[in-house]
């Protein structure tokens, strides 16, 4: 009110009403029937390791890959794509409007409305919640939503390289995927910082740390021996003058050693400087290559069109805190999702 004054706030204040019934409740009210969101069809590449198998593989064409997959899984004509959100952090020297770059690629139709979604780790969820949003209050019929990230690809910068120059001296190079995918840009420190600031704020130890992460190398080791990542990933077929090399499998599962994860150095200098960093390389996520897609629909649309639904959007949701904290955010869209929901924490089978 002091920035607008009085008159201009009691305006605001009128809008709704002038608006009408229908923009007071937009997005409030529950869809009506036959615009519930559902999921038609899902496809990813392999998980590719930092600089491994997938590093000659652009982003975009990561995103091409597994859009192709996903739509041919749907056993729908591409051009019946209206819009797509695709997630994307890293986008220094990908080209112009990389999601746009991924659609084209994968076959869709020039008429496909594009958009990038830079949310950081929650880029692709928040893709998925705003393809489902735009079915739920009518806008499309038919969406995709995804991401696609190569870590292996973002260069480095020369900050000072056009203008302020290196007229004499030497200069430094920023690492792009460091500054802008893992570094808080407000307390100037690696992302892993936050991770020891968890671990101490939970008391969670070294030693829980290291079982999480070989529990779960082993549960991902199963998995593949036992083929239950198959149906989902799309192969990535890589030219090359030898001749094509396809890649099938998740490259980072068959290059850790269990053996050493306990005697790894820790990776990161927490803030408080009396506190025992306890986080390795490890522990944190690992940086990777990789790119998936699903195809959302109204459940009307599934049923004109014959397509059998693998699952129902029922809520989504967001929340932020202060930014150090990121790591427990979820637990604060977790209560919000399950109340758009209508659902209770003991209603959920599988976390």
Same mark, same amino acid.
């Given at each position: 009110?002091?920035?607008? $004054?009085?008159?201009?706030?009691?305006?605001?204040?009128?809008?709704?009403?002038?608006?009408?019934? !229908?923009?007071?409740?937009?997005?409030?009210?529950?869809?009506?029937?036959?615009?519930?969101?559902?999921?038609?069809?899902?496809?990813?590449?392999?998980?590719?390791?930092?600089?491994?198998?997938?590093?000659?593989?652009?982003?975009?064409?990561?995103?091409?890959? +597994?859009?192709?997959? +996903?739509?041919?899984?749907?056993?729908?004509?591409?051009?019946?794509?209206?819009? #797509?959100?695709? $997630?994307?952090?890293?986008?220094?020297?990908? $080209? @112009?409007?990389?999601? !746009?770059?991924?659609? /084209?690629?994968?076959?869709?139709?020039?008429?496909?409305?594009?958009? &990038?979604?830079?949310?950081?780790?929650?880029?692709?969820?928040?893709? &998925?919640?705003?393809?489902?949003?735009?079915?739920?209050?009518?806008?499309?019929?038919?969406?995709?939503?995804?991401?696609?990230?190569?870590?292996?690809?973002?260069?480095?910068?020369?900050?000072?390289?056009?203008?302020?120059?290196?007229?004499?001296? *030497?200069? &430094?190079?920023?690492?792009?995927?460091?500054?802008?995918?893992?570094?808080?840009?407000?307390?100037?420190?690696? /992302?892993?910082?936050?991770?020891?600031?968890? #671990?101490?704020?939970?008391?969670?130890?070294?030693?829980? @740390?290291? @079982?999480?992460?070989?529990? *779960?190398?082993?549960?991902?080791?199963?998995?593949?021996?036992?083929?239950?990542?198959?149906?989902?990933?799309?192969?990535?077929?890589?030219?090359?003058?030898?001749?094509?090399?396809?890649?099938?499998?998740?490259?980072?599962?068959?290059?850790?050693?269990?053996?050493?994860?306990?005697?790894? !150095?820790?990776?990161?200098?927490?803030?408080?400087?009396?506190?025992?960093?306890?986080?390795?390389?490890?522990?944190?996520?690992?940086?990777?290559?990789? $790119?998936?897609?699903?195809?959302?629909?109204?459940?009307?649309?599934?049923?004109?069109?014959?397509?059998?639904?693998?699952?129902?959007? /029922?809520?989504?949701?967001?929340?932020?805190?202060?930014?150090?904290?990121?790591?427990?955010?979820? +637990?604060?869209?977790?209560?919000?999702?399950?109340?758009?929901?209508?659902?209770?924490?003991?209603?959920?089978?599988?976390?």
């Amino acid at each position: 009110r002091s920035m607008l $004054g009085s008159s201009a706030a009691a305006k605001l204040k009128q809008l709704p009403a002038r608006l009408g019934k !229908r923009a007071c409740h937009f997005g409030v009210q529950a869809p009506a029937t036959g615009r519930a969101a559902v999921i038609v069809s899902a496809a990813r590449t392999p998980i590719g390791s930092f600089g491994g198998q997938l590093a000659e593989v652009k982003a975009p064409k990561l995103g091409s890959i +597994a859009i192709a997959a +996903a739509v041919q899984r749907a056993g729908i004509p591409a051009e019946y794509i209206q819009e #797509a959100y695709l $997630g994307n952090v890293c986008q220094a020297n990908l $080209g @112009q409007a990389p999601a !746009r770059q991924a659609v /084209m690629g994968g076959g869709l139709a020039q008429s496909c409305v594009a958009t &990038t979604v830079n949310k950081v780790c929650a880029s692709g969820m928040k893709a &998925t919640a705003l393809a489902a949003m735009g079915i739920q209050v009518g806008l499309n019929d038919i969406a995709l939503a995804g991401g696609f990230e190569s870590m292996s690809n973002v260069p480095y910068y020369i900050e000072k390289g056009r203008f302020g120059g290196y007229r004499y001296g *030497n200069g &430094t190079l920023i690492d792009g995927m460091v500054h802008d995918g893992l570094w808080d840009a407000y307390g100037n420190f690696h /992302m892993g910082v936050a991770a020891e600031k968890c #671990a101490h704020d939970y008391n969670i130890s070294r030693e829980e @740390q290291d @079982q999480h992460a070989i529990d *779960n190398y082993l549960k991902a080791h199963d998995a593949i021996r036992k083929g239950s990542f198959k149906k989902e990933i799309c192969p990535v077929t890589i030219p090359h003058k030898k001749g094509n090399i396809t890649v099938s499998e998740d490259e980072e599962p068959s290059k850790v050693k269990i053996e050493k994860i306990t005697t790894l !150095r820790t990776a990161f200098k927490p803030l408080n400087e009396d506190t025992e960093p306890t986080v390795t390389a490890a522990t944190s996520s690992s940086l990777n290559d990789g $790119g998936g897609a699903m195809v959302i629909m109204s459940e009307q649309r599934a049923a004109e069109l014959g397509v059998t639904p693998l699952a129902r959007i /029922m809520s989504y949701a967001d929340a932020e805190q202060a930014p150090v904290d990121f790591t427990t955010a979820p +637990a604060l869209a977790i209560p919000k999702a399950l109340a758009n929901a209508g659902l209770k924490v003991d209603d959920i089978d599988l976390w």
